[in-house]
């Protein structure tokens, strides 16, 4: 019987032992997409105890918790950080088989060298030995990103943020790029006027100009986009439940932001109409910029209306969404490509349903300027998990070219995730080991491993130009 989280933890075969141990296990990570608070990282942020780095803003335990019938009061409420702890530590045996079970054990582990299974019985002495760890200077926030050898990390950041934060940690000379992404999704929420024309106040003030028609609305935009540009930024992302690939007009989208701007609704041809329009426009600035477009697809966010107006967003009350995805992508990407102005672009989507249309999608804008210049991306979100990686990686390997793939991302706010480059690493080390041992792949361990470094690493180095070059050319 094997030992639980054993050095050979997911990996069943020699092949897939010796793939990730001699080639996967002490790749650097490149995280081009997480949502990591650039403010604690230039403050080199020292926390309190564990719970204040490991359970707040964490809606994934949170949801756990909430189905294991705690009360609100020790998840996001008033108890002490101690009594939250407890309760979190209460629900993890009952979390077997989610992968948080694997996810909790993981960090635990690698960080602080604890490697007794948590529960109720153990929360305070786990509790003491980790918020003891962290008084150390090598588990601040920078020193956390250290001990998971990260280079590159990708923060998630909107048009009106000042980047402040991202100056302070280029200016201090410290060795891990850490780089803004461009979000617009609020500069294209019309759909509720009232938040939209507070954005707008945002927007006037971070640009520095008025905003009185569109125009205009464009320009401060366009202002924004430039700026993160010199502030290093290579990346843009949208978070949407489809893409918007509408018939539109300048006119039209003219005059639906007028209409919003004096706080008026719109319908909901008007409203698809300008985010058609906007998406078009934010596409084209990245394209000449050379900069990667990125889209999670799919989520059906704030479902619990009575959560959403005592919590706010993010807080535990999303869920897959059923939305049809493939005719509007494939107008979208089809316009874009049809003017040659389709930058390199990632699509992520959240329905597993929606894997094969995904997979074959890219393939119909890879035009040989890149590898892999449309990419599929890693299972995110729910399907961040053993199953839905392995079927991610299944329908790509069928219809598209794995080896191009380029790999993990964490898209977490917290700083102990990263070992969930750990966990993919040894899953995709374990789905090719299989195969080699089945015969269905040949025992070719040099030009497999250098296959896995490159997803693992330098596919994503040589996709957004950062870092090393090596790997399969």
């Given at each position: 019987m094997r030992h639980f989280l054993d050095e050979n933890f997911l990996l069943t075969h020699a092949s897939s032992q010796q793939l990730y141990h001699e080639y996967a296990k002490d790749m650097p990570i490149i995280d081009y997409h997480n949502h990591l608070p650039p403010d604690e990282i230039a403050a080199?942020?020292?926390?309190?105890?564990?719970?204040?780095?490991w359970l707040n803003g964490d809606h994934y335990k949170w949801r756990a918790m909430r189905t294991n019938g705690i009360s609100e009061e020790y998840i996001t409420g008033t108890a002490s950080d101690r009594e939250k702890f407890r309760k979190w530590a209460e629900t993890v045996?009952?979390?077997?088989?989610?992968?948080?079970?694997?996810?909790?054990h993981l960090e635990l582990q690698r960080y602080f060298g604890i490697c007794e299974t948590l529960d109720g019985r153990n929360a305070d002495a786990v509790y003491d030995r980790a918020t003891a760890m962290l008084q150390d200077d090598g588990f601040t926030a920078r020193g956390l990103l250290e001990r998971a050898q990260v280079k590159v990390v990708c923060t998630t950041d909107d048009p009106v943020d000042t980047l402040e934060h991202h100056q302070a940690i280029r200016a201090s000379g410290w060795g891990i790029r850490v780089l803004p992404a461009f979000r617009p999704?609020?500069?294209?929420?019309?759909?509720?006027?009232?938040?939209?024309?507070?954005?707008l106040g945002r927007l006037e003030a971070a640009a520095d100009t008025s905003i009185g028609d569109f125009?205009?609305?464009?320009?401060?935009?366009?202002?924004?986009?430039?700026?993160?540009?010199?502030?290093?930024?290579r990346v843009s992302d949208h978070g949407l439940e489809h893409i918007y690939a509408e018939d539109y007009t300048?006119?039209?989208?003219?005059?639906?932001?007028?209409?919003?701007?004096?706080?008026?609704?719109?319908?909901s041809s008007e409203i698809r109409k300008f985010k058609s329009a906007m998406l078009v426009i934010f596409a084209e600035w990245d394209w000449e910029k050379g900069m990667v477009q990125q889209f999670h697809l799919g989520a059906l966010r704030n479902n619990n209306s009575r959560m959403l107006g005592r919590l706010g967003p993010d807080t535990g009350w999303d869920s897959i969404g059923d939305y049809p995805q493939a005719a509007a992508l494939s107008r979208f990407?089809?316009?874009?490509?049809?003017?040659?102005?389709?930058?390199?672009?990632?699509?992520?989507?959240?329905?597993?349903?929606?894997?094969?249309?995904?997979?074959?999608?890219?393939?119909?804008?890879?035009?040989?300027?890149?590898?892999?210049?449309?990419?599929?991306?890693?299972?995110?979100?729910?399907?961040?998990?053993?199953?839905?990686?392995?079927?991610?990686?299944?329908?790509?390997?069928?219809?598209g070219l794995l080896s191009r793939f380029i790999g993990m991302l964490t898209d977490s706010r917290s700083f102990?995730?990263?070992?969930?480059?750990?966990?993919?690493?040894?899953?995709?080390?374990?789905?090719l080991g299989e195969e080699i041992e089945n015969g269905e792949l040949p025992n070719d361990i040099p030009w497999i491993g250098q296959m896995v470094q490159d997803i693992c690493y330098y596919n994503a180095s040589r996709y957004f130009q950062w870092e090393d070059k090596a790997g399969h050319s």
């Open positions: 080199d942020k020292r926390y309190d105890n564990i719970t204040r780095l045996p009952f979390t077997m088989r989610n992968p948080l079970y694997h996810w909790t999704d609020k500069a294209m929420a019309i759909e509720n006027p009232i938040p939209f024309q507070a954005y125009d205009q609305y464009l320009d401060a935009l366009r202002k924004r986009h430039d700026y993160f540009y010199e502030q290093g930024c300048w006119k039209e989208a003219a005059l639906a932001f007028a209409r919003a701007r004096e706080g008026q609704l719109l319908d990407l089809d316009h874009l490509d049809r003017d040659d102005k389709l930058a390199k672009t990632i699509l992520y989507n959240l329905n597993p349903a929606d894997n094969e249309v995904m997979a074959t999608m890219v393939g119909n804008f890879n035009d040989g300027s890149s590898p892999g210049k449309v990419q599929w991306g890693s299972g995110w979100w729910f399907l961040d998990q053993k199953d839905g990686m392995i079927r991610q990686m299944n329908a790509l390997s069928n219809m102990l995730s990263f070992p969930r480059h750990e966990y993919f690493r040894r899953i995709l080390c374990n789905l």
